[in-house]
């Protein structure tokens, strides 16, 4: 999904690149899917505040870098944030402002067949990811809009509706992150 959204940046919106521990999958790049880092690296970013938000993720740690996300921001440029339940809570505690979009399966069962057929991860991943959806999709009323991602392409024309709405009723006003 992320790849087929980079596709569409332009129109004033950017997808904000996350740092993570975890090593790359087969075709992923550096700078443009996620940061690739070191424990020891992305320890330093945490203890240097160099991160937006963190958190220990399916056993592998990732954040938002703060100095891109700011850049951007004062370019006047809308920033899509790629966070968890508690990254999004955090995120819009800081900036109550902040866009919420909850991407929800169109079901658990369809969820569990996406994330086997994907084949990255192991059994024991895949309930962690599952238990974790559970939880989070019973959070998902605390977002701002829920989009189903039951069609990729119909769940990205929705994604750039909400922000293309939302932004034509805020008046284009600059974020300042803390």
Avoid at 51 to 70: D, F, I, S
Avoid at 91 to 96: D, E, G
Wanted: glycine fraction near 6%.
């Amino acid at each position: 999904m992320l790849e087929r959204f980079r596709s569409r940046e332009g129109d004033g919106f950017t997808v904000a690149v996350n740092a993570t521990t975890r090593p790359p999958r087969e075709g992923e790049v550096e700078g443009v899917d996620y940061y690739f880092v070191s424990k020891e690296r992305f320890a330093a970013m945490v203890r240097d505040g160099d991160l937006l938000e963190h958190a220990t993720v399916y056993g592998q740690e990732k954040g938002v870098p703060r100095a891109p996300v700011k850049e951007l921001l004062e370019a006047g440029r809308t920033v899509i944030l790629r966070t968890d339940i508690q990254g999004a809570r955090y995120i819009k505690s800081l900036v109550p402002a902040t866009l919420t979009i909850f991407i929800a399966p169109p079901s658990a069962e369809e969820l569990e067949e996406r994330l086997r057929a994907r084949d990255t991860d192991t059994p024991e991943q895949v309930r962690i990811r599952l238990e974790t959806a559970r939880s989070e999709m019973a959070a998902a009323g605390e977002f701002d809009h829920i989009v189903v991602n039951d069609d990729l392409e119909e769940c990205l024309d929705q994604i750039e509706q909400i922000i293309g709405t939302e932004r034509a009723r805020q008046d284009h006003q600059p974020v300042v992150l803390p």
